[in-house]
């Protein structure tokens, strides 16, 4: 199995799972137990203030308040998944998932938010998705998704509803001219 750790997955056009219609998917883990990883491109109606307000941190000064929220999937929807450029050695329940990205899911880096610090980019999700060990290849094989290796500009630096364009053109493609048919030589 080759891992998809650091990939994007895009889900194709025909993909009628409302969980995941639409949805641009940075993988942080992907080996013999299964794979876990966000969906970054559907933002919440929420932002960072109304966090911060329902965790008692304060944060009225701070310059993330209006950072958005984004629905990272239908699996533990009650957590944090903060995903986010640096190292993860700073931060509690922490790890490392690329070169200078990194998943943490403590409170600390919240409050961190809050006082007006922290990584410069960060996605903050709520939940996250996961495949049991070969449901993704599975997936896979019925051309439900493409996958790319993630580059760090699409999570940070392009707006959430150009995401999944931008990781489709790193493949030189055009989603919205896919089929759903995959074809086999």
Known sequence: MQSLKHHFLMAMPHLEDPNFAGSLIYLCDHDNNGCMGVITNRPLEITLEALFDQLELGGEASP???????YGGPMHK???????????QQWDSSIQVEDGIALTTSLDILQAFAAGEGPEHFLVCLGCAGWEVGQLEEELKENSWLTVEAESSVLFNTPP???????????GIDLNLMTRDAGHA
């Open 161 to 171: 509803v150009e995401r999944l364009t931008a990781a489709a053109g790193l493949l």
């Open 64 to 70: 993330h308040r209006n950072a958005p929220v984004y």
């Open 78 to 88: 009650d957590r944090g998944f903060i995903l986010h450029v640096g190292d993860s």
